[in-house]
């Protein structure tokens, strides 16, 4: 069974920095993509970076792009994503997902068929 379970979120001052893990288990393969996505009250669930094994690349939204950084520690099965510079537009619910059995890879959110139960980042003065 995939599960993936986000910690790391809380309450930051805009300027702060956090950093978001997501612990990966139940699958196993060669390709896969995993993402971060995040959804603020009212609007759509966004993807804001993600990491595809199909080409060892690893994408950002323009909006995180210098702030945010994407990385992956094999040996314990954990992703994170590391926020500095954080913004008050930068407040969401932030999800970790994965998806599984396609060689290609995807960052659309459309596409991802694990997600985790998400956890909150809160940026306020």
């Known amino acids: 069974q995939v599960q993936l379970v986000e910690s790391g979120g809380g309450l930051v001052q805009p300027g702060g920095s956090l950093r978001l893990s997501c612990d990966v288990s139940g699958f196993t393969g060669r390709y896969y993509s995993i993402g971060w996505f995040r959804q603020a009250p009212g609007k759509e669930r966004e993807g804001v970076s993600c990491?595809?094994?199909?080409?060892?690349?690893?994408y950002y939204a323009d909006s995180v792009k210098g702030r945010f950084t994407f990385s992956r520690d094999n040996a314990k099965n954990t992703v994170y994503l590391q926020m500095n510079s954080l913004e008050l537009e930068d407040t969401a619910v932030y999800y970790c997902?994965?998806?599984?059995?396609?060689?290609?890879?995807?960052?659309?959110?459309?596409?991802?068929?694990?997600w985790g139960q998400g956890t909150q980042v809160t940026v306020s003065s």
């Open positions: 990491f595809k094994t199909s080409n060892g690349n690893t």
């Open positions: 997902a994965a998806l599984l059995g396609t060689s290609s890879g995807s960052c659309l959110r459309r596409d991802y068929n694990y």
